[in-house]
């Protein structure tokens, strides 16, 4: 373990073992009066999965993971390995990246009103890409990062995304060449533009506008004497499909907007900052029923009957101040996997879902129908990865949820082959090491 700068903790599975196995490994091994705890198998197969759907469907974008989304080291680390790209968003986020070996041209510090000493921190750790909408943002990176590379970001029509961000980030068309102008008089040099379509894009289209009105303000840089060459087409990307929306919808907006408006000829440099579309897929959250209620009411049918109606309230170890982002949940809310058998004809209720605190907002959902369980027993709930572990709280006392993060043997070999197309000399000399069972 000499010159160990970081210790990844994960497990290579033996063949013919998956992340499901060991789910039902750790919960056969718990002693329901001892350890319920609920807990995440991470399966960092998955990420690199997603990672080579990437590559085919976008070929010209290169991605820059939003760490935001999943700071788990492992998470990071495997990202580091396939070479893409990271948008970090304070001074943590980029010492996290830099101590997995990544160098600053793959960095972007894409958080548009930053602290000052966290801008002398990407200062002094040779971070040159930022982005910015504003005019004290400029001075302030004039004054303490004069020779940053800034991006513009611009705000886009992101309203029907599960979470708008031009409500807080972007600046218009209109402001666009004030603020340019601005950059030129402080000799503050800007390269490209950036935008968000809002996380949990739901409208494709919102992509196509985007990328047109980039164009726009390149034209603008680039009439002031501004070199533009990058564009930033952000995140808002599926990290799994859902009925209103897929990954494949999205590229096939994308692909040819970029043709039209940024040909291959054109030079430029093209980025996105995925977070989701990378993270959500890799973790599966196993909580255990620690509470349960079960209430009759009477209620009256349309036709005056009386009746009453059942149901239950199970409480969970992981609620909305853990695991379970409110805002993303009626767009992206797995059905839960009972991990106790059951027969098929087993009677189904409505269900209220509560998480564990006090708090009367705790509520995951009231959406689904479940059968009649008991007090111990687990619900395994997929696609977990993305705003889980990093929003999660120790309100009421509550500690964070465990990862185990492990990876099959295949996917470790897919992953050795890509990484070694992908370092450069500077990147191989930093030695991470590894703890690995199997
Ligand atoms: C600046 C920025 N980039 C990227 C992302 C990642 O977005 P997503 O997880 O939707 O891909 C976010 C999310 O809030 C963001 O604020």
């Known amino acids: 373990m000499e010159s160990c700068l970081n210790e990844i903790d994960f497990v290579i599975l033996e063949e013919g073992v998956i992340a499901q196995d060991v789910i039902a490994q750790k919960i056969n091994e718990k002693k329901p009066t001892d350890d319920t705890d609920a807990f995440y198998v991470a399966d960092l197969g998955e990420i690199i999965n997603q990672h080579l759907q990437w590559q085919k469907a976008l070929p010209r974008v290169k991605p820059f993971y939003a760490?935001?989304?999943?700071?788990?080291?492992?998470?990071?680390?495997?990202?580091?390995?396939?070479?893409?790209?990271?948008?970090?968003?304070?001074?943590?986020?980029?010492?996290?990246?830099?101590?997995?070996?990544?160098?600053?041209?793959?960095?972007?510090y894409a958080n548009t009103c930053k602290e000052i000493s966290h801008v002398k921190f990407a200062a002094a750790h040779g971070i040159q890409m930022m982005t910015f909408d504003n005019k004290d943002e400029?001075?302030?990176?004039?004054?303490?990062?004069?020779?940053?590379?800034?991006?513009?970001?611009?705000?886009?029509n992101d309203a029907l995304s599960c979470i708008p961000l031009s409500v807080k980030f972007g600046a218009t068309l209109n402001e666009c060449r004030q603020l340019m102008e601005c950059a030129k008089t402080l000799s503050v040099?800007?390269?490209?533009?950036?935008?968000?379509?809002?996380?949990?894009?739901?409208?494709?289209?919102?992509?196509?506008?985007?990328?047109?009105?980039?164009?726009r303000v390149f034209e603008i840089g680039t009439s002031l004497g501004f070199n533009m060459n990058l564009l930033d087409i952000g995140g808002g990307f599926p990290g799994?499909?859902?009925?209103?929306?897929?990954?494949?919808?999205?590229?096939?907006?994308?692909?040819?907007?970029?043709?039209?408006?940024?040909?291959?000829?054109?030079?430029?440099?093209?980025?996105?900052?995925?977070g989701?579309?990378?993270?959500?897929?890799?973790?599966?959250?196993a909580v255990n029923i620690i509470g349960?209620?079960?209430?009759?009411?009477?209620?009256?049918?349309?036709?005056?009957?009386?009746?009453?109606?059942?149901?239950?309230?199970?409480?969970?170890?992981?609620?909305?101040?853990?695991?379970?982002d409110y805002c993303e949940l009626p767009y992206y809310l797995s059905k839960p996997i009972l991990f106790k058998k059951l027969c098929p004809d087993q009677q189904l209720f409505n269900t209220k879902v509560w998480g564990?605190?006090?708090?009367?907002?705790?509520?995951?959902?009231?959406?689904?129908?479940?059968?009649?369980?008991?007090?111990g027993e687990w619900l395994l709930i997929q696609n977990r990865g993305a705003y889980s572990v990093t929003i999660s709280t120790t309100f009421n006392g509550f500690q964070r949820t465990t990862t185990h993060h492990v990876i099959s043997k295949e996917a470790w070999k897919i992953l050795q082959k890509i990484k070694k197309g992908n370092q450069s000399p500077a990147e191989e000399q930093v030695q991470v090491v590894w703890n690995f069972n199997c």
């Not at 400029?138 to 886009?156: D, E, G, Q, W």
Request: hydrophobic residues 40%; aromatic residues 8%; charged residues 20%.
């Open 292 to 324: 349960r209620k079960i209430i009759h009411r009477a209620s009256t049918d349309s036709d005056d009957k009386q009746r009453t109606v059942k149901t239950i309230m199970y409480y969970l170890n992981e609620g909305l101040h853990g695991s379970f």
């Open 138 to 156: 400029i001075s302030k990176v004039a004054r303490i990062h004069p020779t940053a590379k800034m991006v513009l970001r611009i705000v886009t």
């Open 356 to 375: 564990p605190t006090c708090d009367a907002w705790d509520c995951i959902t009231d959406q689904w129908k479940l059968p009649e369980l008991q007090i």
């Open 67 to 108: 760490v935001k989304c999943n700071d788990n080291k492992p998470v990071v680390w495997t990202l580091a390995q396939l070479g893409t790209g990271f948008d970090c968003a304070s001074k943590n986020e980029i010492a996290l990246v830099q101590d997995l070996g990544v160098l600053p041209e793959r960095i972007i």
């Open 240 to 274: 799994m499909d859902n009925d209103k929306i897929t990954f494949e919808k999205i590229t096939a907006v994308i692909n040819p907007a970029l043709d039209h408006h940024f040909p291959a000829a054109s030079g430029v440099k093209i980025i996105a900052e995925p």
């Open 276 to 285: 989701r579309y990378y993270a959500t897929s890799s973790f599966t959250l």
């Open 189 to 215: 040099d800007i390269i490209g533009v950036s935008f968000h379509v809002g996380s949990g894009c739901m409208n494709p289209q919102v992509f196509a506008q985007a990328i047109a009105d980039s164009r």
